[in-house]
C-alpha cells in the first residue's frame, strides 16, 4: 500500500441500551470516560485517525441507539459499514439473551465482506452474568470475533478498534482497487446526505 493514499473505514456499533457503546467510543476517540454520559438518541459519530502501515486511515465510528424505537432507523446506517461491533454488558445476562436480533441485523444488513465482532463491555465489573467462555463460544458459533473490553479503565479498547482496523486493511486488495474502493465508499459528506440530520438528537463527536 501507498502511504500517499488515506482511507476511511466505517465502523459500527450496535447493541441494547446502557451496554457502554458511546461511553466506548468517546475512550477511543477521546480517550475521555463520562459517568453522565446521556443516553443515545438516534446516532452519535466519533472520529479518529490511524496509522496502518504508513497509510492514513480514519476510523469513523457510528454509535447506534439501542432503544428499540429507533431500531428502525439503526437498521438503515448498515450501509458501507467494513466492521460491525454488536456490544453487550458483561453484568447484565439481558443484553447477552438479546443479542440475537443484533446479530441477525450484522449478518443480514451489513456488507457481506465487513468484519463481526462481538464485544463484551464493562469487563471491569467484579459481578459477571456471562462468562468469558460463554461469550466467545456464542461468538464462535456466529462466526463473529471476540473481544472484552472496560471504557471505564480503557482496558482493551484500543485493541480492539485497532486490530479490526489492521484485519481490513489487510484483507484490501492492490493500490489500484484501494482507491476505486476508497472514492465510491468513504466520501463522508455523500453518506450522510443519506441520513436525515436535521432530525433531533442526531449528533456528532470527536470530529
Not at 476517540?29 to 485517525?49: H, K, M, S, W, Y
Amino acid at each position: 500500500m501507498s502511504g500517499s493514499s488515506s482511507l476511511t473505514f466505517k465502523f459500527i456499533l450496535v447493541g441494547d441500551s446502557a451496554v457502554g457503546k458511546t461511553s466506548m467510543s468517546r475512550m477511543f476517540c477521546e480517550q475521555v470516560f463520562d459517568e453522565a454520559q446521556p443516553q443515545t438518541i438516534a446516532l452519535e459519530f466519533g472520529n479518529r485517525t490511524i496509522d496502518i502501515k504508513g497509510t492514513p486511515v480514519r476510523i469513523q465510528l457510528w454509535d447506534t441507539a439501542g432503544q428499540e424505537r429507533f431500531r428502525s432507523i439503526t437498521r438503515s446506517y448498515f450501509r458501507n459499514s467494513v466492521a460491525v461491533f454488536v456490544v453487550f454488558d458483561v453484568s447484565n445476562r439481558d443484553s447477552f439473551v438479546g443479542l440475537s436480533k443484533w446479530i441477525d441485523d450484522a449478518m443480514n444488513l451489513a456488507p457481506a465482506e465487513s468484519i463481526k465482532v462481538l464485544v463484551g463491555n464493562k469487563s471491569d465489573l467484579f459481578k459477571r452474568s456471562v462468562s468469558e467462555g460463554e461469550a466467545m463460544d456464542y461468538a464462535k458459533q456466529n462466526g463473529f470475533m471476540y473481544f472484552e473490553t472496560s471504557a471505564l479503565s480503557g482496558h482493551k479498547i484500543e485493541e480492539t478498534f485497532i486490530t479490526v482496523a489492521h484485519k481490513y486493511y489487510d484483507s484490501l486488495p492492490s493500490i489500484r482497487q484501494l482507491n476505486n474502493w476508497n472514492e465510491s465508499n468513504d466520501r463522508f459528506d455523500d453518506i450522510l446526505s443519506d441520513i436525515k440530520l436535521e432530525k433531533p438528537g442526531i449528533s456528532s463527536c470527536c470530529f
